[in-house]
């Protein structure tokens, strides 16, 4: 089944029934009176929640729906019949949205949840009501009124519990289909999931929640690369976010805390408000002895921001425990879960750690001003003048040294003479 998660649609209310003029005309019945019935009703246009739909697909090919009109009213004080009203079955999370405006309408986010987007006209009186002591043969009835009409977006955000976040083949579906009972296609190429996923983890004690996959993001999905942002509506319901990042990249060349960050990024350029949603940072594919060894200096970066890494390998299942044990802690507030982050303070870590790091180098290491070739050849030609001048200073300090003892052994010669 094609997945389809935003259509424009037309929705118009059924027009009320006009009245009917009409007089009584029976044998024996001399002047009846008037006897003109009331138009009927027009159709509404309901929206109704269906938990069993998970796409919008029946929109996507009748963009124009409409309501049955109310009928006219007979003779024979004969009211008109009420139109039918156009029930429509939209899945569970659909916002219903205005299209001029996009002004929220409503929000389909319970099952079995009704709402009237266009009310149907009402029918026309017919003559009968128009008749008095003073105006016996009313000549007239009333139209009746015309249905609403709108022209309206359908957007759909998936109800899921816990988001899957990540570039593309970082292991989000093959993580999926471990914890629940979702198969998504799964391949060793980026870009293998095109539409969202939905499965349901059976976790202890009888508790479940829901888990959704979204297809991968890239640097510059805020601009249009790759797939874009055209998914991540899916993930805002979440109440967590478990961000996967592939450290097999690092064999290829790619930085891990880049590929973190980055996301974190595209995320608070989509949203502010996903931004702020609590993640729980997973280390994935370790079970590749490259990504083991990446794992040592990717988690000590992160533990520099005050940051938890989790460990996972989704392809031996190592480590899926400690994950649901963590987004149980965040959904129930039970269980040993590893701390979580968002995206924001993510990003603020960041900043703040490279600005310590640029005043501790400012610190040990003073800029020194550029020195040009003439100034390092007078530099030269001082050192080397100062080494002569030093050199030819040693014999005189030398000799000095060797004729002050002389001048003190002569002075004790003089006193003998003086004394004789």
Do not use: W
């Amino acid at each position: 089944m094609k997945f389809v998660d935003q259509v424009r649609v037309l929705v118009k209310a059924g027009d009320g029934g006009r009245g009917a003029v009409a007089f009584r005309r029976e044998k024996f019945i001399e002047k009846g009176g008037p006897s003109g019935g009331d138009g009927g009703n027009g159709g509404s246009v309901v929206f109704t929640a269906d938990p069993q739909l998970t796409t919008l697909l029946d929109f996507r090919f009748q963009q124009h729906l409409r309501a049955r009109n109310g009928q006219h009213g007979m003779g024979s004080d004969c009211n008109g019949m009420n139109g039918e009203d156009l029930e429509l079955r939209v899945p569970v999370g659909t916002l219903v949205l205005e299209d001029a405006t996009q002004a929220l309408l409503e929000d389909m986010s319970t099952a079995g949840q009704r709402y009237v987007v266009a009310k149907g006209g009402r029918g026309g009186l017919g003559n009968i009501n128009f008749a008095t002591s003073t105006r016996q043969t009313p000549r007239f009835a009333q139209e009746g009124t015309p249905g609403g009409e709108k022209m309206i977006v359908l957007e759909l955000k998936l109800l899921a519990d816990v988001g899957l976040l990540g570039f593309p083949n970082a292991g989000k579906s093959t993580l999926i289909s471990r914890i629940s009972r979702a198969r998504p296609k799964i391949a060793d190429y980026p870009f293998t999931t095109l539409v969202p996923n939905l499965g349901v983890v059976q976790y202890k004690d009888k508790l479940s929640f829901v888990v959704a996959d979204i297809p991968g993001l890239i640097e510059g999905a805020s601009e249009g690369v790759g797939l874009g942002h055209q998914f991540l509506r899916h993930v805002e319901r979440c109440r967590v976010l478990v961000h996967l990042i592939d450290l097999s990249a690092a064999a290829q060349g790619r930085d891990p805390v880049a590929d973190f960050d980055a996301i974190n990024l595209e995320l608070q350029k989509y949203s502010p408000e996903l931004a702020s949603k609590p993640q729980i940072v997973v280390a994935n594919k370790l079970d590749v002895t490259e990504a083991r060894e990446a794992f040592v200096t990717f988690s000590e970066k992160l533990k520099a921001r005050g940051m938890t890494v989790l460990q996972l390998s989704g392809a031996t299942g190592s480590g899926v425990d400690a994950v649901l044990d963590a987004c149980a802690k965040v959904l129930f507030g039970r269980g040993a879960g590893a701390g979580v982050v968002t995206a924001n303070e993510a990003l603020a870590s960041r900043k703040t750690r490279n600005a310590q790091g640029a005043r501790g180098a400012a610190k040990k290491k003073k800029v020194a001003a550029p020195v040009t070739k003439r100034a390092a050849v007078h530099t030269f030609t001082k050192k080397k003048k100062k080494k002569a001048i030093s050199v030819k200073k040693k014999p005189v300090a030398a000799a000095a040294k060797k004729a002050a003892p002389a001048k003190k052994k002569k002075a004790p010669a003089k006193r003998a003479r003086s004394q004789r």
